[in-house]
């Protein structure tokens, strides 16, 4: 290792992981999933979707009932266009993610119903993590991810909505590059690397919802850590809040409203002169 960066890791994919339905005990179905495919060892780190975690915590819903779940589950629209598709909504949701329709899906689960995010994505990782210590006996980090779109960037690709006993973010301020210069912005979202690089291997249709980095022993910890929602820039940080057309009618209007509070002022202000009779 170079700078405390590994140099190279391993990541895979193992098959075999059935239907999880609610009340299931996922730590159980994970654990029992990487003993079959040669199990795990300290350092190592297990990402798994969100979308296994939603269906054992009962986060199921009716399909026809998608409308009022993204509605029940945003705080705040950020962008919406009109599609031949329907209505595209960008919203940030109930734990600070701005996502499309607020995070809720209609993929990967049984026809006619959709999959809300978990309740608590840090506190569903941290669980996990117990539960594989406890029946596995190693000190593993615990991921869980989930899919969205970028913007200035065409496609989608996961990132951390939930982690537990993974550093979130490797500060590099204050340190030297290569050439010796200070850094002084970069910081490394190290758990939303780690996500993407999971999907790589399980893929979005594979049915392999659980992954294994090896080899980022470094980025463990032995505490669950501030999780996953560490992450979530805070508003007064956040230059990007409205999508373009929003910000542009927000501005509108409150550059309206202030124009016309200004020239009603200023006709409170005109000094009207005295007639004056020049036969006087």
């Given at each position: 290792?170079?700078?405390?960066?590994?140099?190279?890791?391993?990541?895979?994919?193992?098959?075999?992981?059935?239907?999880?339905?609610?009340?299931?005990?996922?730590?159980?179905?994970?654990?029992?999933?990487?003993?079959?495919?040669?199990?795990?060892?300290?350092?190592?780190?297990?990402?798994?979707?969100s979308k296994v975690v939603s269906k054992a915590e009962g986060r199921v819903r009716a399909a026809e009932g998608r409308e009022e779940a993204i509605a029940e589950e945003t705080v705040r629209e950020v962008a919406s266009r009109t599609s031949p598709t329907g209505v595209l909504r960008i919203v940030e949701n109930r734990l600070g993610l701005v996502m499309a329709a607020a995070g809720v899906d209609a993929s990967n689960t049984p026809e006619?119903?959709?999959?809300?995010?978990?309740?608590?994505?840090?506190?569903?990782?941290?669980?996990?993590?117990?539960?594989?210590?406890?029946?596995?006996?190693?000190?593993?980090?615990?991921?869980?991810?989930?899919?969205?779109?970028?913007?200035?960037?065409?496609?989608?690709?996961?990132?951390?909505?939930?982690?537990?006993?993974?550093?979130?973010?490797?500060?590099?301020?204050?340190?030297?590059?290569?050439?010796?210069?200070?850094?002084?912005?970069?910081?490394?979202?190290?758990?939303?690397?780690?996500?993407?690089?999971?999907?790589?291997?399980?893929?979005?249709?594979?049915?392999?919802?659980?992954?294994?980095?090896?080899?980022?022993?470094?980025?463990?910890?032995?505490?669950?850590?501030?999780?996953?929602?560490?992450?979530?820039?805070?508003?007064?940080?956040?230059?990007?809040?409205?999508?373009?057309?929003?910000?542009?009618?927000?501005?509108?209007?409150?550059?309206?409203?202030?124009?016309?509070?200004?020239?009603?002022?200023?006709?409170?202000?005109?000094?009207?002169?005295?007639?004056?009779?020049?036969?006087?």
């Amino acid at each position: 290792m170079t700078g405390s960066v590994p140099a190279r890791f391993e990541a895979w994919a193992p098959d075999g992981m059935g239907e999880v339905v609610p009340g299931d005990d996922l730590a159980t179905l994970v654990a029992d999933l990487l003993e079959s495919s040669g199990g795990v060892t300290d350092g190592d780190v297990v990402v798994v979707t969100s979308k296994v975690v939603s269906k054992a915590e009962g986060r199921v819903r009716a399909a026809e009932g998608r409308e009022e779940a993204i509605a029940e589950e945003t705080v705040r629209e950020v962008a919406s266009r009109t599609s031949p598709t329907g209505v595209l909504r960008i919203v940030e949701n109930r734990l600070g993610l701005v996502m499309a329709a607020a995070g809720v899906d209609a993929s990967n689960t049984p026809e006619g119903t959709i999959l809300l995010l978990p309740e608590d994505p840090d506190a569903s990782a941290r669980a996990l993590r117990a539960g594989l210590r406890a029946r596995l006996g190693v000190r593993v980090g615990v991921v869980v991810s989930d899919t969205a779109g970028r913007p200035w960037r065409e496609g989608q690709t996961d990132f951390a909505i939930g982690s537990a006993g993974v550093r979130p973010l490797t500060d590099l301020r204050g340190t030297r590059d290569t050439h010796g210069r200070e850094i002084v912005v970069t910081r490394t979202a190290v758990v939303d690397e780690i996500a993407a690089a999971s999907e790589l291997v399980r893929g979005k249709a594979a049915a392999r919802p659980v992954a294994v980095l090896r080899g980022l022993a470094v980025h463990v910890t032995d505490e669950d850590g501030p999780g996953a929602a560490s992450l979530v820039r805070p508003a007064e940080e956040d230059l990007f809040r409205l999508g373009s057309e929003e910000a542009y009618e927000e501005g509108y209007a409150s550059g309206f409203e202030d124009g016309a509070t200004e020239a009603a002022d200023a006709d409170r202000e005109v000094d009207v002169e005295p007639n004056v009779d020049d036969n006087a």
